[in-house]
């Protein structure tokens, strides 16, 4: 062990003494579970499980993009769109029109929030921990992983604000973005092969994000045990590939010309 500084022994303490952190003021419950890193990681896990949730029903709502037109009440009209009046007319008349889809979106705002919170307060803690110790941590797996879950949590942000600049707000110079025409908006934005490479590639860190979060999600919620870790992996493996098989899809099928839009199609029913 070193010998004591001259500050240690002005102070009677050495690092072996010292606490690892200061106390911190113990808040009431249950907020005091928020200051423990156990508590951050399970609300880690249970936003997550939302964030998933919602990339997943996502995903499937986006196939609609490629079964084309569809009447609907004597008009030709892309299905997609329907879909997209559907989510704005969910519950009406018990809520009146979007009421009902701006509280799911809170929802799913407030769980993105509290994500990112608590990964930025656990690396917080984690570096002043790593700091604390006197020789040099060396968990090169769990480094791998728990760095790989910045990085691609950092680009998979970058490319949502980029997502909805493009098609939810329409912020995208000359890309001729009108509100509610969701398979117009789609195959005019993505026919740009450097926005389709864009998609592909912040779908891949997506999706290397999905599997080493469920992974060490189940980790936190307790079920970490040898013989599961097999079943925790291939479930983890299996999430991640069908959301990137099916995300990287759309700006593929866009370039191949499978999913189009042609205007021709729309217009009364014949
Ligand atoms: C290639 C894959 C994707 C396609 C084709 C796609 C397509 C779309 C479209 C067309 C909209 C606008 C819908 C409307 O205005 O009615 C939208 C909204 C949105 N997308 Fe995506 N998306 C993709 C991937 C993703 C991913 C991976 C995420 C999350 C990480 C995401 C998050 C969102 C969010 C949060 C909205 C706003 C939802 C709302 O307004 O309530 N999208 N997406």
Request: charged share 15%; no cysteine; glycine share 6%.
């Amino acid at each position: 062990m070193a010998a004591p500084t001259a500050a240690e022994q002005a102070s009677g303490t050495t690092s072996a003494s010292r606490p690892i952190r200061p106390a911190i003021r113990r808040r009431p419950f249950p907020f005091n579970l928020y200051q423990t890193a156990v508590g951050k990681k399970w609300v880690m896990a249970i936003t997550g499980i939302m964030l998933l949730g919602f990339v997943l029903y996502h995903m499937f709502g986006n196939i609609k993009l490629y079964l084309g037109v569809i009447e609907e009440n004597g008009e030709m009209v892309y299905d997609i769109d329907v879909y997209g009046e559907f989510l704005r007319e969910l519950l009406v008349p018990l809520f009146p029109r979007t009421w009902f889809l701006w509280l799911l979106r809170f929802g799913l705002i407030g769980a993105f929030v509290f994500h990112i919170h608590a990964a930025y307060s656990l690396t917080r803690m984690n570096l002043a921990t790593n700091n604390a110790y006197e020789s040099k941590r060396d968990w090169l797996a769990a480094n791998f992983a728990s760095r790989s879950m910045r990085y691609t949590g950092v680009i998979v942000l970058a490319y949502l604000v980029f997502h909805l600049a493009d098609l939810t707000w329409g912020w995208i110079p000359n890309t001729d973005w009108e509100r509610g025409e969701v398979q117009a908006n789609v195959v005019n934005s993505l026919s740009n092969p450097v926005v389709a490479a864009i998609y592909i590639v912040a779908n891949v860190m997506l999706a290397i994000h999905i599997f080493h979060g469920v992974y060490s999600m189940f980790q936190t919620l307790g079920i970490n045990n040898p013989q599961y870790n097999r079943l925790r992996r291939s479930l983890a493996a299996t999430l991640a590939l069908a959301i990137l098989v099916g995300n990287i899809s759309f700006p593929i099928a866009v370039l191949a010309g499978v999913i189009d839009y042609e205007p021709s199609l729309l217009g009364p029913a014949t």
